[in-house]
């Protein structure tokens, strides 16, 4: 194998998580993409034998585009998000239209796109790679031209002013991890009394259209049915990160085939969203925790 195809497997290798980082910076797939694309072509123009740690170096690249786009939206503010995702989901919840409250749930990383941009770039950047995605602070600090303690300040700053927003599901990664873990032991125990102290009480599942291809989960509504529908055991779930958050894989046999996503409000889940669509599924980075 030459270098030039040895550079291109590595970066191949390393795309899931340069997507995830730069959609969760940019809130859009479309911007993702092309910021993606821009690492790439940074790559091809950079002596990479000197580098270290590629992935590492990879994901500082793609960081600092992302960071300079943001910038650049500042000076644009009508190209605050480039699949006006967050301009959308902040609409919806004046809607009273049910389709278009239906978004509003779809996922938790649409919520959470909506209040990252609350967020000035730099408190945006520091946030999701140290939050989101555990990148240390010595590496961010050069990204965002600050000292290691700075970068600190500027994640924590940012989770300040997070955990001022209401109506959207808990930002709190450990929590979240937490409750996925106990959501999954109690539905694999089949503790239909677990279940119902982590479910809110108006909880609902929805499902993609792909999902209810399975059934059709999505007339399952209120704690006690939720509960019940999910006691019946969780053959082939398991926990995992999903672009680097703690979540649920329907995985049989060890391949990814549905995500169910839970969204959590004040320590309770108040939607369980199930993805089996391949197409969005594959633009996620998935790692199975328990195989």
């Not at 990383?109 to 555990?134: K, M, Y």
């Not at 808990?170 to 694999?188: H, K, M, N, Y």
């Amino acid at each position: 194998m030459n270098e030039s195809d040895w550079l291109t497997q590595r970066f191949e290798i390393s795309r899931p998580r340069l997507q995830a980082v730069a959609y969760r910076m940019l809130g859009s797939h479309t911007d993702a993409d092309d910021a993606v694309q821009e690492t790439w072509l940074r790559l091809e123009r950079s002596d990479a034998s000197s580098v270290e740690n590629l992935t590492s170096w990879l994901v500082t690249v793609v960081a600092r585009v992302c960071l300079d786009r943001l910038r650049a939206r500042r000076l644009r503010p009508e190209d605050l998000v480039g699949d006006d995702v967050a301009e959308e989901m902040i609409d919806v919840a004046h809607e009273a239209d049910p389709e278009h409250q239906a978004l509003l749930a779809e996922s938790v990383g649409s919520a959470l796109l909506v209040v990252l941009d609350l967020l000035a770039p730099a408190e945006r950047l520091a946030f999701v790679l140290h939050d989101i995605f555990a990148v240390p602070f010595d590496e961010i600090a050069p990204i965002v031209e600050r000292s290691p303690d700075a970068a600190r300040q500027l994640a924590s700053r940012a989770r300040r002013r997070l955990q001022g927003t209401t109506s959207i599901p808990d930002l709190d990664l450990t929590l979240r991890g937490e409750v996925a873990e106990a959501f999954l032991a109690a539905s694999r125990a089949g503790d239909f009394d677990a279940l119902l102290t982590m479910l809110d009480p108006n909880v609902r599942v929805r499902a993609d259209a792909t999902a209810r291809k399975f059934g059709d989960p999505e007339r399952v509504q209120g704690a006690a049915a939720v509960a019940s529908f999910l006691s019946t055991g969780a053959r082939g779930l398991h926990l995992a990160l999903i672009d680097g958050a703690a979540g649920l894989v329907w995985a049989p046999r060890g391949r990814p085939r549905g995500v169910l996503d839970l969204a959590i409000v004040d320590g309770k889940i108040i939607e369980l969203n199930l993805i089996a669509d391949p197409e969005r599924m594959n633009q996620s980075e998935i790692v199975l925790l328990d195989t």
